[in-house]
């Protein structure tokens, strides 16, 4: 399949720090979905785009179709925070999905 | 609550059996996928479904097939399991109409083949 990049590949943060995650493509997708992988390995959806941007507590997701990325910004990280994060872009009803940002906050 | 429900949870099968990974969804999705998850990689996909009775090839098939007998179940099936398959195994369900992309996950299943 078409390889979507994350970046970076692995991010520290202290509490109460914020940081922005970015997910590149190289070709006009459906739509992103992100997820956060917890320490048990469950995929926990965080959001759905067709376009746009979301936001949810201290998150918050854009997605620009035309410029072929998409970012998720984490505002104020608690430790429950940590975990690998993926993007998966929507390919018609197919999902392609990055290899990850494994993100470690500390107290 | 719907719910994308895999069994079993973990699995250690031998080189040259036979396995099958089962998955269920209770949200009446038309879509169903068979994703593996290795270290150093993000899910990829193996096998797909778009509804009962079809199935499809994903980007990484060999060695897997599936199986869609009705609308609620599809199973991953590994004929003569080797130790390359060892890895978690994801299903996921979507609505697969309308523009609808989302797809929801089950908890993964983790398969040893010793």
């Known amino acids: 399949g078409m390889p979507v990049e994350q970046n970076p590949p692995a991010l520290s943060l202290y509490e109460g720090a914020e940081s922005g995650l970015r997910c590149n493509f190289s070709t006009t997708m459906k739509g992103v979905q992100w997820f956060q992988q917890n320490h048990r390995g469950r995929l926990i959806t965080l959001f759905y785009?067709?376009?746009g941007t979301k936001e949810n507590g201290r998150l918050k997701s854009t997605f620009n179709s035309k410029e072929r990325y998409s970012t998720l910004h984490i505002k104020d990280a608690q430790l429950e925070d940590s975990g690998t994060y993926f993007c998966?872009?929507?390919?018609?009803?197919?999902?392609?999905f990055g290899t990850g940002t494994s993100l470690l906050v500390d107290p | 609550e719907a719910a994308v429900t895999q069994s079993p949870r973990n699995k250690v099968a031998v080189t040259g059996g036979k396995v099958t990974l089962s998955c269920n969804q209770t949200?009446?999705?038309?879509?169903m996928y068979w994703y593996r998850q290795d270290t150093g990689h993000g899910l990829r996909l193996i096998h797909y479904?778009?509804?009962?009775?079809?199935?499809e090839k994903g980007d990484i098939p060999d060695g897997y097939k599936a199986s869609r007998p009705s609308q609620e179940n599809f199973s991953l099936i590994l004929e003569l399991a080797t130790p390359s398959q060892t890895s978690v195994y994801f299903c996921a369900s979507g609505d697969g109409t309308g523009g609808a992309y989302e797809q929801y996950f089950g908890p993964g299943t983790r398969l040893t083949v010793l």
């Open positions: 949200n009446n999705h038309n879509n």
């Open positions: 785009l067709a376009q």
């Open positions: 479904s778009y509804g009962a009775g079809s199935t």
């Open positions: 998966a872009v929507a390919r018609g009803y197919k999902l392609t």
